[in-house]
């Protein structure tokens, strides 16, 4: 397989794990990714911006939430994601010791 083709055929499995996330599995809170998985959305997010920023190109935060959401993050959040539970923190602190 040449390089092109890799990387087309990894984008469109990353937009579709993007897709995934964001319409099949809306329901699915941030905080049980990272408690399951050790990754969410948000960090997908970081993903895109570190990628940007290899290349030379400035994006912040709240740009490549954006990017990847598809609109501000505060309205995504106001969607479709509740407030952690005890349990859920405990477990993210459990599972991420150090990390905010």
């Known amino acids: ?11 469109a499995a990353f937009r579709r794990l993007q897709r995934h996330l964001m319409e099949d599995r809306a329901d ?4 049980d990714l990272m408690n399951l998985a050790g990754f969410c959305r948000n960090c997908l997010s970081r993903w895109v911006q570190e990628a940007a920023a290899e290349r030379g190109i400035e994006m912040s935060t709240a740009q490549a939430r954006e990017a990847y959401y598809g609109m501000p993050y505060d309205i995504w959040k106001a969607e479709h994601q509740a407030e ?3 349990e859920q923190k405990g477990a993210f602190a459990a599972s991420h010791p ?3």
């Open 98 to 100: 150090g990390h905010d």
């Open 28 to 31: 699915v809170q941030n905080i």
């Open 84 to 86: 952690a539970t005890p």
């Open 1 to 11: 397989m040449d390089d092109q083709t890799r990387i087309e055929l990894e984008a």
